[in-house]
C-alpha cells in the first residue's frame, strides 16, 4: 500500500492514488462526493479523504441530521 505523507494532494496526484482519472476527481468534487479545500486557484485534496475513499469507496458521504 502506498504511504501518504502529506495532508493536501493535488486532483492528479489524488486520482492516481485511489486508481481514477482525473476527471473523475474532479467530477465528484463537483458532485460532492469527494471532499476537497480550495489554496488560491487549486483544489487539493485532504489525505484523510483518500484514505476514506479507500476504505468506503466512492459513496457520497454521510449527511448528519440536523
Excluded: F
Excluded at 20 to 29: A, C, P, Q
Excluded at 41 to 51: D, G, Q, T
Amino acid at each position: 500500500m502506498t504511504q501518504l505523507n502529506k495532508l493536501l494532494y493535488s486532483k492528479e496526484e489524488a486520482a492516481d492514488l485511489i486508481g481514477v482519472s482525473k476527471h473523475t476527481i474532479s467530477r465528484d468534487i463537483l458532485r460532492g462526493v469527494i471532499a476537497s479545500r480550495q489554496y488560491g486557484r487549486r483544489r487539493l485534496v485532504p489525505a484523510e479523504e483518500i484514505l476514506r475513499i479507500a476504505t468506503e469507496g466512492m459513496a457520497p458521504k454521510a449527511q448528519s441530521a440536523a
